[in-house]
T-cell receptor, first 111, second 116 residues
Framework: SQQGEEDPQALSIQEGENATMNCSYKTSINNLQWYRQNSGRGLVHLILIRSNEREKHSGRLRVTLDTSKKSSSLLITASRAADTASYFCATMDNYGQNFVFGPGTRLSVLP | GAGVSQTPSNKVTEKGKYVELRCDPISGHTALYWYRQSLGQGPEFLIYFQGTGAADDSGLPNDRFFAVRPEGSVSTLKIQRTERGDSAVYLC??????????????FGPGTRLTVL
């Protein structure tokens, strides 16, 4: 199965620093999405990147996709304490149905 | 507009009991997804509806789990003879369409199920 795998599993940084999280997957995808989750409930969609795109930006977020390496990265610049959350990547297969989440990266931003 | 809502927010039941979890998707969203999330893990896909029909139920762990969406809007996840291992947060999501196009999923807050 195509399983998104994030690394690191946990990341702790100081406020103002940049945070980079990586995601790897196994098979061909239609798109890859990043989500944030606070307190184990309610995932919030951050950004979607399609298989024919290489980079997307949204505010302080920058996502890259390398389909040859089957990997993606999420960069959060100038982090804030409010960015503390778990971040998940999820891949959608080419049939647009199979949506698989990775185990997530727990980000802690220390004030 | 209103987001995805799920009821109840918390459900405590005893082993062997039957439970129903409800999901109200965003109005006009044709695709609806159910996931299960255990502590410290990512959401695990259970079932996906396109309209009224289950387009993919390959994630349902066994025949104790069943879901319906009779009118293509509200969905109910039903669990029979609950087991302690069913304890998790059950998440529902909806999207404007499920196949091709823009597939952003909007998640509800989840139902935390505890089986004693």
């Amino acid at each position: 199965s195509q399983q998104g795998e994030e690394d690191p599993q946990a990341l702790s940084i100081q406020e103002g620093e940049n945070a980079t999280m990586n995601c790897s997957y196994k098979t061909s995808i239609n798109n890859l999405q990043w989500y944030r989750q606070n307190s184990g409930r309610g995932l919030v969609h951050l950004i979607l990147i399609r298989s024919n795109e290489r980079e997307k930006h949204s505010g302080r977020l920058r996502v890259t996709l390398d389909t040859s390496k089957k990997s993606s990265s999420l960069l959060i610049t100038a982090s804030r304490a409010a960015d503390t959350a778990s971040y998940f990547c999820a891949t959608m297969d080419n049939y647009g149905q199979n949506f698989v989440f990775g185990p997530g990266t727990r980000l802690s931003v220390l004030p | 507009g209103a987001g995805v809502s799920q009821t109840p927010s918390n459900k405590v039941t005893e082993k062997g009991k039957y439970v129903e979890l409800r999901c109200d998707p965003i109005s006009g969203h044709t695709a609806l997804y159910w996931y299960r999330q255990s502590l410290g893990q990512g959401p695990e896909f259970l079932i996906y509806f396109q309209g009224t029909g289950a387009a993919d139920d390959s994630g349902l762990p066994n025949d104790r789990f069943f879901a319906v969406r009779p009118e293509g809007s509200v969905s109910t996840l039903k669990i029979q003879r609950t087991e302690r291992g069913d304890s998790a947060v059950y998440l529902c999501a909806s999207s404007l369409e499920g196949t091709s196009g823009y597939n952003e999923q909007f998640f509800g807050p989840g139902t935390r199920l505890t089986v004693l």
